[in-house]
């Protein structure tokens, strides 16, 4: 045997010698873990953490209800496959907190594990408003088409996933890449007025998703989303809570490769249990361990987010800083989780921007228990849009549209016509829980019989409308 042979056959003998010592040596316990760490580093992580995943958890549960659970009442279809909601949001839609009322919805929840989805858009007429909006499983919004982005002329889009090579083919407009493997597509298809709807209806059946495969003429490649088992998630209020949270967030993680940026992050949260493939037994948590990551959501909720709601209700912080890309919200996860719990599926600011109402003039709480309250839009004064605005009133603090005599959710600029003009053109909006009188029941915007909050919306806005240029009206209260 020559010496080369003599070299390897060496090294394989060290490397099997190795390998038996390592199997018969004791595993090491783990430098850290819950059971290692001091409490208030505990609670800190937990904290942290938490911010971090609520709005992935908040995405996750709409998610299931709408693209997994088939036997629910908010199932729109399955992944991968787009459906069409031919009418606006209303009362009776629970699912997806401060919904707009404006435009009837189409969505895709996409699934581009196994191959990208391709999705055709048709020609619009140009006074209709639409967008398509890419949200990825961390609720950036990641990618936009429609009239603001890509015009109202039809055309064909790739939506690729985080680990795709492959070649784009012929025929496609632009490549649209996912940090995420699944994720929502939301659709908003502007409804001019009620009598309108049909041909709202026809601009959706329009909208096409299909496959890489099936695009090519190929036999079509199942989803993955086919053989996942899915974690039932929690309700809205369990989510506020449990610590069965951060097992949601974990499953949801499966999804989300980790970007370099948060590697570091990711090894700070997998010290108490959090990041993907992991899972939390939490009936075996010591009770100060568990104390301590109650404590750290607690303070999440008590201390950080309320403090961020009072800027938000001063107006220093606003829908402009709460929504957009990764880059955009540059690491502000405290700013994420507002986005969501403000509004999920909320545009970035060049998209829409959503002033919120939730004090009156005198910074006092909006509640229509006792009080009667107006809006006024003085005359040539009218929020600055490219598309359109709107009003729409919701439940405080949940969020959700208020089930009222004359069903109406929403006062918006389409509606301008309609309603009584003050003396110098411009108008007053009525928000109360009963009818200001037929004569004012026009500019009527039915509020619940307890606190509430409102929304403007302004679609498409001009610059003044999110760089403080122009300045919103406050709620008055009627005394």
Known sequence: ????????????????????????????????????????SIKAIAHDAYIYGYPMVDNYRVEYAYYVDKTGTEFKAPWNQITNIAQVYTAADTAV????????????????????????????EESRYYD???????????????SRTTGNKAGTYMLVGPNWKGETPEGIDKVIKTETQI??????????????????????????????????????????????????????????TSLEFFNVMNFVMNFCPTVPSEVALMERFAKIGVGAGKT?????????????????IKEAWGVTFAGLMKKVEAGEVT????????????????????GDVLGLYGNSKEEAFYPLYTVDADKKPLDAATNNY????????????????????????????????????LINSPMLSELKKNADGGITIYFQKESPGKNLESNWLPAPNGPFRVVLREYWPKPEAYNGTWKQPEIQLVK
């Open 97 to 124: 907190q401060t919904a707009n009322s404006d435009t009837p919805y189409s969505w895709i929840g996409y699934d581009v594990t196994n191959e990208p989805l391709i999705i055709g858009l048709p020609e619009i």
């Open 319 to 338: 829908s402009a800083n709460v929504f957009g890309t990764r880059d955009y919200i540059a690491g502000n996860y405290l700013y994420r989780m507002a």
């Open 1 to 40: 045997m020559n010496l080369k042979n003599l070299m390897k056959l060496a090294s394989v003998m060290v490397l099997v010698v190795t390998m038996n010592a390592c199997k018969d040596k004791p595993a090491e316990p783990a430098k850290e873990s819950p059971a290692t760490l001091p409490l208030d």
């Open 132 to 146: 398509v909006q890419f949200v990825d499983s961390y609720t950036y919004n990641f990618a936009y088409l429609g």
């Open 183 to 240: 994720g929502v597509v939301v659709f908003r298809t502007q409804l001019f007025n009620p009598a309108d709807i049909d041909n709202v209806k026809a601009v959706q059946a329009k909208y096409k998703v299909q496959g890489l495969s099936e695009y090519l003429g190929k036999a079509p490649v199942a989803a993955a989303s086919a053989s996942v088992n899915w974690m039932i998630p929690l309700t809205p209020a369990e989510q506020k």
């Open 280 to 296: 939390i037994d939490v009936s075996t948590l010591s009770p100060d361990v568990k104390a301590a990551m109650e404590a750290g």
């Open 374 to 409: 107006t809006l006024t839009f003085k005359g040539g004064d009218l929020p600055p849009v490219n598309a359109f605005w709107s009003l729409t009133m919701y439940t405080s603090p949940e969020s959700l549209m208020v089930a009222n005599p004359i069903n109406r959710y």
